[in-house]
């Protein structure tokens, strides 16, 4: 798990929910990033999830995100993102998580601080540097970040 400071101010808790163990104390509210179990039954399916969506005794919100991809519902997604935003703004205790804790996190770290204002190649690499090097790992995950400029000026 890591603690990340946001460009513009506000604390967002990251992690991987296979690796790392549940925050203590635990977050007041959390953004997961899960695909539908059964994308990928033998990898999370089974083993996290136990073909029922992974559920926290806390405040959250789950964005349909497939492992290694963007999400499927990117004005959704967006929409999580912003209200993840403005409750790290107001100093909750915020975390959002994925099965791994790198891509799909790191993605959603990066699309954090392109809504705060930085260009999607500072976000990338401010992600990979405060954060984890292999963050955002694939194309598609990275076009999610791009197209973000204009969702941030909107």
């Known amino acids: ?6 460009p513009g101010g506000g604390i967002v808790l990251a992690r991987g929910l ?4 549940v925050p203590d104390p635990p977050p007041e509210f959390g953004l997961y990033l ?12 089974r083993r996290l999830v136990g073909l029922r969506p992974w559920t ?3 405040p959250h919100e789950r964005v349909d995100w ?9 004005a959704g997604a967006i929409a999580g ?3 993840l935003l403005a409750r790290a703004g107001r100093g909750e205790r915020v975390e959002v998580a994925c099965g791994g804790g790198r891509g799909r996190t ?4 990066a699309a954090l601080a392109v809504l705060r204002g930085m260009t999607p190649e500072a976000a990338v690499a401010w992600v990979r540097d405060a954060y984890h090097p292999r963050a955002i790992e694939t194309r598609g995950q990275r ?12």
Request: cysteine-free; charged content about 35%; aromatic content about 8%.
């Open 34 to 45: 899960l695909g539908h179990p059964l994308d990928r039954p033998g990898l999370y399916g």
């Open 56 to 58: 926290p005794p806390w």
């Open 1 to 6: 798990m890591a603690k990340i400071e946001l």
């Open 143 to 154: 076009r999610f970040v791009d197209r973000l400029r204009d969702a941030a000026e909107a």
């Open 81 to 83: 993102l912003r209200d």
């Open 18 to 21: 296979r690796r790392d163990p």
């Open 106 to 109: 790191g993605t959603a770290l």
């Open 66 to 74: 497939p492992d290694f991809r963007a999400p499927r519902d990117p």
